[in-house]
C-alpha cells in the first residue's frame, strides 16, 4: 500500500507559478512510476505529467512547455513534484498524485485571469 499527500495549490493569477508537492510513503520499494492527473469541473481526469523511476517523462500537450514533473527518491521517502509555469485560466482543476492504483485526495488549483 501506497499513501499520498499532495500540498502546494492555491490561487494565482494568470501568467504566475505554482509548485505541487505529492508525499508517498508506505511500500515505496515497488514504486516506478508516477504521475500527475487534473480534473476540472465538469470534466474527465485527465493525465498531466508522468515520470519514471528512470527519470523518463510524459506530458499532455496541454502542458508541454511550462509544467515540469520531477521527483527526488529519499531512503523512507519519495517526493514527486509538479513545477506549473505561465499558468492559465484553463489550468484551474484538483490536482491528483497517482501511483497506480493509489490516488491521493487531490489539491486545488484556481488560475484567475
Known amino acids: 500500500q501506497v499513501y499520498l499527500v499532495e500540498s502546494g495549490g492555491g490561487l494565482v493569477q494568470a501568467g504566475g507559478s505554482l509548485r505541487l508537492s505529492c508525499a508517498a510513503s508506505?511500500?515505496?520499494?515497488?514504486?516506478?512510476?508516477m504521475g500527475w492527473y487534473r480534473q476540472a469541473p465538469g470534466k474527465q481526469r485527465e493525465l498531466v505529467a508522468t515520470?519514471?523511476?528512470?527519470?523518463?517523462?510524459?506530458?499532455a500537450d496541454s502542458v508541454k512547455g511550462r509544467f515540469t514533473i520531477s521527483r527526488d527518491n529519499a531512503m523512507n521517502k519519495i517526493t514527486l513534484y509538479l513545477q506549473m509555469n505561465r499558468l492559465k485560466p484553463e489550468d484551474t482543476a484538483v490536482y491528483y498524485c497517482?501511483?497506480?492504483?493509489?490516488w491521493g485526495q487531490g489539491t486545488q488549483v484556481t488560475v484567475s485571469s
Open positions: 508506505g511500500n515505496i520499494f515497488s514504486i516506478n512510476a
Open positions: 515520470i519514471t523511476s528512470g527519470r523518463t517523462t510524459t506530458y
Open positions: 497517482k501511483v497506480a492504483p493509489s
